[in-house]
């Protein structure tokens, strides 16, 4: 019997791509590098910022007189903040830390990621131990324009309170990020304000805090690439934060303009500043809402940039 013959072989197509493929090698392969760029700049920006900080705010006379003048204007209005001072600084304990920390672990591990657990502990053991290692390092010399106060920088409860905060941005499920976002944002604020005007730190202790534990987090949270959840909530974090930078910066330069540093300095007396201060009320208020508003902004943006790691904001 004649064989049969097989039938030709089709010809040979080339294999489409999973959209998973494609999506690692195109648009989200591109957004995965510019967010990698951006927390590496990031956390650059941040240590940069707290070495020029430090140099500014402890060893120039304009610096010790500036953190000085915004520290006792803020304090004049520190009956705003004392029916919460004590619930805001009493939570912050070695027992509360080690707390927070097991609920980190925790939560990262019921979504089955030891290794954000990990990352997460470490952004707030890392940075507290550079706060208290930098405070015991770092010497506040008497320039002639403050009292010879002993150097408080950085501020070990802004540290934290922002580290915890970013801890637990880093662990919270994609529905949490935002609320998270904006809760560790306005409790961060919170406590830099509270430690200022109870004058247990100058502005540039919790700015500095901020950024070291700002750069911890950017160094070690995992940069995802999920859809967000009401990614406007986001944006608006970003759009808040800006605006609090302009009030910051352009209040900062009016309030310091026409003003010799040196000639209105008045050491031995109060915090050195306070007679000029109470001759000048409107000079005052606005180097209360100049010191306040560097507070909120720069913990608004160190929450922002972690936050932003987290995943992708759609267009």
């Known amino acids: ?18 959209p998973r493929a494609m999506s690692t090698a195109g648009p989200a392969s591109s957004t995965y590098r510019a967010r990698l760029n951006r927390r590496l700049y990031g956390a650059f920006a941040a240590v940069l910022a707290a070495v020029l900080l430090t140099i500014f705010s402890l060893y120039s006379e304009i ?19 004392d029916r919460v001072e004590k619930i805001v600084t009493g939570v912050v304990s070695p027992a509360a830390m080690v707390l927070v920390s097991v609920a980190v672990t925790l939560v990262a591990l019921a979504r089955r990621r030891p290794t954000l657990a990990g990352r997460a502990v470490a952004v707030v053991v890392i940075a507290n131990l550079l706060t208290q290692i930098l405070k015991a390092l770092l010497h506040r010399p008497d320039l002639g324009v403050t009292t010879g106060l002993a150097n408080s920088l950085p501020s070990g409860h802004v540290t934290v309170a922002a580290s915890v905060s970013l801890a637990l941005i880093m662990v919270a499920p994609v529905w949490m990020r935002a609320p998270a976002a904006w809760l560790g944002w306005m409790w961060t604020a919170l406590m830099g304000v509270t430690v200022v005007a109870q004058a247990w730190h100058r502005p540039a202790d919790v ?24 990614p406007s909530v986001h944006r608006a974090m970003g759009i808040a934060v800006a605006i609090a930078l302009v009030i910051a910066l352009l209040l900062s330069v009016i309030a310091l303009w026409g003003i010799d540093v040196r000639a209105i300095a008045s050491p031995g007396s109060g915090f050195g500043f306070s007679d000029y201060l109470h001759s000048a009320p409107t000079r005052e208020r606005l180097f209360a809402v100049a010191g306040i508003s560097w507070i909120v902004a720069i913990s608004g943006l160190v929450m922002h940039e972690v936050d932003h790691l987290s995943g992708r904001v759609s267009d």
């Not at 064989?3 to 197509?13: L, V």
């Open 63 to 81: 610096g010790q007189g500036l953190d000085t003048l915004m520290m006792e204007s803020v304090m004049a209005r520190a009956s705003v903040v």
């Open 1 to 18: 019997m004649p064989s049969k013959k097989s039938a030709p072989s089709p010809p040979h197509r080339p294999r489409a791509s999973s």
């Open 207 to 230: 700015l500095v805090a901020l950024l070291i534990a700002g750069a911890c987090a950017l160094s070690l949270a995992p940069i995802e690439s999920r859809e967000r959840h009401v």
